[in-house]
């Protein structure tokens, strides 16, 4: 219980700083962007063309087993964690958060008592999915790995910074994503692959 608490602390105090003190007009207009995976999707998908066609039957495979862990880690997070832990987003309980919500930004009521967005916080889905594939291409090709793990990190201090996930929602969401990311590129690089 004592543990709990102090995490829980830390969880507080680490959301406040990042989302209250660290606000400014610049990561205002950048952190949607960064939170927004659709901003993503464009160029990743241009590089996961030319690398699919670009590649062996090996490279094919890995490129289409990215897709595994993509739904894996969406489902997990979205579909069973979730509904089973049913953590508040601190938007709906932080007095005066920094929110980004539709489009615009705002501050949440002095007392935490709105209901801003319905669904749950833990983990977050962004973080996993982010997490996930970074782990998985890394795993593969690890030169790349400093820029994916940019990318993971971006994301998730993005999620906090607009008021939408607590740390810690964050941290399991990585940790989820590299899990499932290691569970299906494991056994595709020992068993399919083996001749690496």
Same mark, same amino acid.
């Given at each position: 219980?004592?543990?709990?608490?102090?995490?829980?602390?830390?969880?507080? $105090?680490?959301?406040? &700083? %990042?989302?209250?003190?660290?606000?400014?007009?610049?990561?205002?207009?950048?952190?949607?962007?960064?939170?927004?995976?659709?901003?993503?999707?464009?160029?990743?998908?241009?590089?996961?063309? &030319?690398?699919?066609?670009?590649? #062996?039957?090996?490279? /094919?495979? %890995? $490129? @289409?087993?990215?897709?595994?862990?993509?739904? $894996?880690? #969406? +489902?997990?997070?979205?579909?069973?964690? /979730?509904?089973?832990?049913?953590?508040?987003?601190?938007?709906? &309980?932080?007095? +005066?958060? *920094?929110?980004? @919500?539709?489009? /615009?930004? !705002?501050?949440?009521? /002095?007392?935490? !008592?709105?209901?801003?967005?319905?669904?749950?916080?833990?983990?977050?889905?962004?973080?996993?999915?982010?997490?996930?594939?970074?782990?998985?291409?890394?795993?593969? *090709?690890?030169?790349?790995?400093?820029? !994916?793990?940019?990318?993971?990190?971006?994301?998730?201090?993005?999620? %906090?910074?607009?008021? +939408? *996930?607590?740390?810690? #929602?964050?941290?399991?969401?990585?940790? !989820?994503?590299?899990?499932?990311? @290691? $569970?299906?590129?494991?056994?595709?690089?020992?068993?399919?692959?083996?001749?690496?």
């Amino acid at each position: 219980m004592v543990e709990q608490a102090a995490l829980l602390r830390w969880d507080s $105090a680490t959301f406040g &700083v %990042i989302n209250k003190l660290f606000t400014s007009g610049f990561f205002d207009a950048l952190m949607p962007v960064l939170s927004n995976l659709a901003y993503w999707l464009i160029p990743l998908g241009i590089i996961w063309v &030319v690398y699919f066609f670009r590649s #062996d039957r090996r490279g /094919k495979l %890995i $490129a @289409l087993c990215c897709f595994l862990v993509v739904a $894996a880690t #969406d +489902q997990i997070s979205s579909s069973v964690i /979730k509904p089973i832990v049913q953590r508040n987003r601190p938007c709906n &309980v932080v007095p +005066q958060t *920094h929110l980004y @919500l539709n489009g /615009k930004w !705002l501050y949440t009521d /002095k007392f935490g !008592l709105t209901t801003y967005k319905s669904s749950y916080s833990f983990p977050s889905s962004h973080a996993a999915n982010i997490a996930g594939q970074a782990m998985y291409w890394s795993y593969f *090709h690890p030169q790349i790995s400093p820029l !994916l793990v940019f990318a993971a990190v971006s994301v998730g201090f993005s999620r %906090i910074y607009l008021g +939408q *996930h607590w740390p810690t #929602d964050i941290l399991a969401g990585y940790l !989820l994503g590299m899990f499932v990311a @290691l $569970a299906v590129a494991y056994p595709l690089r020992a068993w399919v692959l083996p001749d690496e």
